[in-house]
């Protein structure tokens, strides 16, 4: 299966990671790489646009976990932009609504950022 996946800076304060696909074992490694190679840069607040990604299994919210820790170390954040009801839902079952912020569009979340 095919996973793209884009990279922006906001203002210089956020990163924005977009991604199209599923995220699974498969695909998993790319994102790791990609959420690893920003934070090793210095880029502590990611916003993870899942709007494209129609399907997320453990693996995938596994990294999205470790590296949620790993920004947390420097005082960062991850919101993640999601509209699609079965992405969500295994966020809300998962309890991962509590952990992270989820937000309707990229906007909201880079306001989350620059006012927290």
């Known amino acids: 299966m095919e996973i793209k996946i884009e ?5 210089e304060i956020a990163q924005v990671i977009e991604v199209q696909g599923e995220i699974d074992v498969y695909t998993s490694p790319r994102v790791k790489e990609i959420i690893t190679e920003l934070i090793e840069k210095g880029n ?3 916003i993870i ?3 494209g990604v129609r399907y997320i ?5 596994g990294i999205l976990i ?16 999601c509209n699609n009801p079965q992405i969500k ?3 809300n079952i998962t309890g991962l ?11 909201e979340a880079f306001s989350s950022l620059k006012s927290a």
């Open 57 to 61: 299994d453990s693996t995938g919210l």
């Open 66 to 81: 470790g590296a949620l820790k790993r920004v947390r170390e420097k005082d960062g954040c991850i919101n993640l932009v």
């Open 89 to 91: 839902k295994i966020f």
């Open 49 to 51: 646009n899942l709007e």
């Open 97 to 107: 609504v509590k952990i992270f912020g989820i937000f309707k569009s990229e906007e």
């Open 44 to 46: 502590y607040n990611l």
């Open 7 to 11: 990279t922006k800076s906001l203002e």
